[in-house]
C-alpha cells in the first residue's frame, strides 16, 4: 500500500517534504495505524503519537487525506492510495506527526473543565436524577484529540483567542451537568468577542469528530444560554433600580 | 428588549445578535417583497414606480437597506478580521468599507425617503 507522510525534523531540516512509502501489509494490519507500526518498523524516524489502539486516547489525530481523524480507528480499506497523512493542520508541528498541543490545551484550561460546586462535599457521591445525567451524553465522550479544532478554519485565523470546538464543548458539558454551580461564572467568561463567537457554524468539526459528537451543537447552545443570561441580568438590573427609586 | 441586550456589557453576544436580527428583518422583507410582486406584478418602469409609492413600503424597504448595512458591516469585518492580519491594512480596508456602506445608506436614504 502506498503512503505519502509529511516530514520535519526541525533539528535536521530546512523545510517540510512528503516522504513517499510503500509497504506490504499483514492480513491483520487492518487500521491506518497498523500501517503506520508497520512503517515505523522499517523507518524509525518516523514521529507520531500513539497509545491506546482504539480510539479511546485521543494521542493518533492526524490529517488523513486532507480530512483529520484518528489513525486507529480509521479503516485501511476506506483510504485512497496514496494515502496522504500530514500533522494536524493550526498547530506548530514539533516533528512529522507531532504537534504541540499547548495552545489547544491552554484554552481548555481556560473553560475551567471541571465540576464547580461550593456545597460541602456529601458522605458519598454528589448525586444525579438519571434525566439530569442523560444532559451530559453527547458532550463526556470528548476524547480531546483535538481534530475538530483544528480543523476549525476560525481556529486557524485566531488561535490564541478563539476557544475552539474542543473546549467550547467542554465549557458547555460543565454548564449542562446539575451539579455544577458556576454557570453564570462559565458564560461571563466567553463573553469577549473572540472566544465564543467567532464560531461561524462552518461545522468542520462536526463532520471530523471521530466520535461523533456534535461541538455546534452545543455551542449554539452555550449562545443560547448567553442569550437567556443577558436577559436575566438585564431583569435583576430593572429590580435594582426600583428598589432605589422607591 | 432585544434592543437593551445590544450594550457594551455583551460586546460578544451584541454583534452575534445583531447579525441575527438584521437578518430577520432582512428575510422578512423579502418574502414580503416577493409577495408584494407576485400580487402587483409590476413590469414596466411606471408600474416600479408605483411599486414604492406607499410610505409604509418606502420605510420597510430603508430599514431593508439599514439592515444590510450592518449586516454587510459584520459579515466583511469578520472576513477581514479572519484573513488580513496585517492591522494596518484591515485596518485601511475596514475605513474604506464604513465609507462605502455610508454612501450606500445616504444613497438608500434619498431613493425612499426623500
Redesign the interface.
Not at chain 1, 466567553?190 to 467567532?198: G, I, M, N, V
Not at chain 2, 456589557?9 to 453576544?13: L, T
Given at each position: 500500500m502506498k503512503f505519502s507522510i509529511y516530514r520535519f525534523n526541525p533539528d535536521v531540516d530546512k523545510k517540510p517534504y512528503m516522504q513517499d512509502y510503500d509497504v506490504v501489509l499483514e492480513d491483520s494490519d487492518q487500521m491506518l495505524l497498523d500501517a503506520l507500526l508497520r512503517i515505523k518498523d522499517l523507518d524509525d524516524s518516523l514521529s507520531l503519537r500513539k497509545s491506546c489502539r482504539e480510539g479511546v486516547c485521543g494521542s493518533d489525530s492526524m490529517n488523513i487525506n486532507g480530512k483529520n481523524g484518528l489513525a486507529c480507528v480509521t479503516k485501511l480499506s476506506d483510504l485512497e492510495e496514496p494515502v496522504v497523512l500530514r500533522p494536524m493542520p493550526g498547530l506548530p508541528v514539533i516533528r512529522d506527526l507531532v504537534v504541540d498541543m499547548t495552545q489547544f490545551f491552554e484554552h481548555y484550561n481556560s473553560v475551567k473543565p471541571y465540576l464547580i460546586n461550593n456545597d460541602a462535599p456529601p458522605e458519598a457521591e454528589r448525586l444525579q436524577s438519571p434525566e439530569d445525567r442523560a444532559k451530559l451524553d453527547g458532550l463526556y465522550e470528548c476524547i480531546l484529540c483535538g481534530a475538530c479544532t483544528t480543523s476549525c478554519?476560525?481556529f486557524w485565523?485566531?488561535p490564541e483567542t478563539f476557544v475552539g470546538p474542543a473546549g467550547l464543548m467542554q465549557a458547555y458539558r460543565f454548564m449542562a451537568d446539575s451539579r455544577d454551580q458556576a454557570l453564570d461564572e462559565r458564560l461571563e467568561n466567553?463573553?469577549?468577542?473572540?472566544?465564543?463567537?467567532?464560531c461561524?457554524n462552518i461545522m468542520n468539526c462536526v463532520d471530523v469528530c471521530p466520535k461523533k459528537l456534535n461541538p455546534s451543537l452545543a455551542i449554539a447552545k452555550i449562545?443560547d444560554l448567553?442569550?437567556e443570561q443577558?436577559?436575566e441580568?438585564?431583569v435583576i438590573a430593572k429590580k435594582k433600580i426600583e428598589i432605589k427609586a422607591i | 428588549?432585544v434592543i437593551?441586550?445590544l450594550t457594551k456589557?455583551?460586546?460578544?453576544?451584541r454583534?452575534?445578535?445583531m447579525q441575527r436580527l438584521t437578518a430577520l428583518i432582512m428575510a422578512v422583507y423579502s418574502v414580503m417583497l416577493f409577495l408584494r410582486i407576485c400580487v402587483l406584478q409590476p413590469d414596466t418602469y411606471a408600474a416600479f414606480l408605483e411599486f414604492f409609492q406607499p410610505t409604509w413600503f418606502r420605510i420597510a424597504s430603508w430599514l431593508f437597506w439599514i439592515s444590510l448595512s450592518i449586516h454587510a458591516w459584520l459579515g466583511i469585518r469578520?472576513v477581514f478580521?479572519?484573513?488580513v492580519p496585517n492591522m494596518q491594512v484591515r485596518s485601511g480596508l475596514l475605513k474604506i468599507l464604513v465609507v462605502l456602506l455610508w454612501v450606500y445608506i445616504a444613497w438608500a436614504s434619498w431613493l425612499f425617503l426623500m
Open positions: 478554519p476560525s485565523w485566531n466567553l463573553e469577549a468577542p473572540d472566544r465564543l463567537y467567532r461561524h449562545k448567553k442569550f443577558a436577559r441580568h438585564k | 428588549m437593551e441586550l456589557r455583551y460586546p460578544g453576544m454583534a452575534w445578535l469578520d478580521k479572519d484573513y
